[in-house]
């Protein structure tokens, strides 16, 4: 089984700045591509950022910026640190993993529990 446990969500100002952290734990064979998603309320899960094990990222245009995605392949951790942070960032923040079988033949998609972000005006 694989779990991803996040860390890091929390209350701030506006202006200010959060780093969350998710680790995958597990029968891991590899990692592809992990991410960061948000749900606010209300509203849909949408893609904030993600990046690929050799490292190419992409961002929402509405973070570009603002966040940056980073991974540890060593620890089976992706980052993202969150500067100049919105009211309209508030949301939970939820860490996804496609993570390769033992064959190496297919990648499945793993999610965190989830951990809110409240930005306040």
């Known amino acids: 089984q694989v779990q991803l446990v996040e860390s890091g969500g929390g209350l701030v100002q506006a202006g200010g700045s959060l780093r969350l952290s998710c680790a995958a734990s597990g029968s891991i064979f590899g990692i592809d591509a992990m991410g960061w998603y948000r749900q606010g309320l209300g509203k849909e899960r949408e893609l904030v950022a993600a990046?690929?094990?050799?490292?190419?990222?992409d961002y929402a245009g509405s973070v570009k910026g603002r966040f940056t995605i980073s991974r540890d392949n060593a620890k089976n951790t992706v980052y993202l640190q969150m500067n100049s942070l919105k009211p309209e960032d508030t949301a939970v923040y939820y860490c996804?993993?496609?993570?390769?079988?033992?064959?190496?033949?297919?990648?499945?998609?793993?999610w965190g529990q989830g951990t809110q972000v409240t930005v306040s005006s």
């Open positions: 990046i690929t094990s050799g490292g190419p990222a």
């Open positions: 996804n993993a496609m993570i390769w079988n033992s064959l190496h033949t297919a990648t499945y998609d793993y």
